[in-house]
C-alpha cells in the first residue's frame, strides 16, 4: 500500500517568533446530536491545555415583546435567529488574545439575562459549538477543524423531548409541533446542507470513543508541532493527512 500524503514544511523566524494563534474547532450537528458531550469528552482530554467553549446558543437574539407573545410561531432554527456579527465578534477578539463577555441566554424565557455575562478568556484552544456553526462563510474561514456529530433523527428526537420537558419548562405537545414546524425544516435546509464542509464526521455522537481519540490526537499534534516550532527553530515539520 502506498504510504500516507505527506509535505515538508521549514517553519520562516516570522512563524516561530508569532505570538501563537489559538486553535479554533467547530463543532456542528442536529439538535440533540450530542455536540455538548462530544466538546466535554475533547476538553477533558485535552487537559494539558487551556480550553474555552463557546456555544452558538448563547447569540440567540432576544424576542421583541410582539415575538413573545407569538413564540410558537417564531422559528429559533432559522439562522436569522442568531447575531452571527457578535459571534463573529467574540471569536475574532477570542483569536486575538483578547477575553469576551459571553451573553447568557434564558431557554424558558427566550431571551438574554441583561444583567450577566460570561467572562471567556483567550486559551489554546477555542471550541465553538451549535447548530449552526457551519452555515456562515465568515464564521467557518475562522476555523482551523470542522466536526460534525451525525446522530440518527430519531435518536435526536427522543432526546429533545426528554431534555425540553425537562430542562426547558416545555409541555410535549409544543415540543412535538415545534419540532414538525421549524426543527426537523431547518435541520434539512440549513444543518444538513453544512455537514459538507465538516472535516471529520462523527457517527454516533458522544458515543464514538475511537473517533474522539483521533481527532484529539490529532489536535495535540497540532498543538504540538506549534510548541516544537518555537523550541527547535531548524526542525523541520513533516505533516500528514488522514482520514476517519
Ligand atoms: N431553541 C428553543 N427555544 C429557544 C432557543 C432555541 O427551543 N428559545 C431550540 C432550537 O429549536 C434549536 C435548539 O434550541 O433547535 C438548539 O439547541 P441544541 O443544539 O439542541 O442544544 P445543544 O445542547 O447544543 O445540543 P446537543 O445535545 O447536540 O449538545
Redesign the pocket.
Known sequence: SSPPASSATAPSVADVNAPKQPFVIGVS?G???????VCDMIIQQLHDHRVVLV?Q?SF?RGLTPEESERVHEYN??HPDAFDTEQLLDCIKTLKSGQPYQVPIYD?KK?RRCSDSFRLVNASDVIIL???LVFHDQRVRSLMNMKIF?DTDADVRLA??IRR?TVE?GRDLDSVLE?YAK??KPAFDDFVLPSKKYADVIIPRGGDNHVAIDLIVQHIHTKLGQHDLCKIYPNVYVIQSTFQI
Open positions: 450537528g439538535t440533540a446530536s450530542g455536540k455538548t458531550t456555544n446558543d440567540y429559533f432554527d431557554f427566550h459549538e451549535g447548530i456529530v432526546r429533545r425540553d426547558r415545534q421549524f426543527v
